[in-house]
């Protein structure tokens, strides 16, 4: 009798263990309470009411808040804008995440390409351009809450 229930806990400790087991798993994409990725927070800012500012040369990894904002310049070489060339608009791989606000209201000096975006939703994304030259520029931002 001793050894059927010994048995019988060590089943229900085993079934309880492979249950808690599956209740931590996440879908994919799902970023969960896991630990973000190591990011520092941005230069300091140059706009008001932005959280940083990222030019050409910040290709780091980024914290950012939800509702945050960050801005972005990117400055063209002598020999980019020479050929006429600027860095292309730059774009978020997830925009659900982090969102282009509209720069309209932004006038920005010959050769220099301005960015905004808003932080929506937790997640880790790359912003990425590319200069007239064909050089590229990426930096990671993540964003917690």
């Known amino acids: 009798m001793h050894r059927r229930t010994r048995a019988a806990l060590l089943a229900a400790t085993a079934a309880l263990l492979l249950t808690a087991g599956c209740a931590d798993q996440h879908p994919a994409g799902h970023t969960g309470t896991a630990a973000r990725p190591p990011c520092e927070q ?41 050929a006429g060339g600027r860095w292309a608009p730059v774009t978020s791989s997830g925009p659900t995440v982090l969102t282009a606000v509209p720069a309209d209201q932004l006038t920005a000096p010959i050769g220099v390409t301005p960015a905004l975006f808003r932080a929506r939703a937790t997640g880790t994304v790359q912003l990425t351009s590319r200069d007239g030259t064909g050089r590229s520029w990426r930096a990671t931002v993540v964003v917690g809450r």
């Open 42 to 82: 941005p230069p300091d800012a140059v706009l008001p009411h932005t959280a940083g500012s990222l030019t050409e040369a910040q290709s780091g990894s980024y914290c950012l808040a939800v509702g945050d904002q960050l801005s972005v310049f990117l400055t063209a070489t002598a020999t980019a804008t020479a």
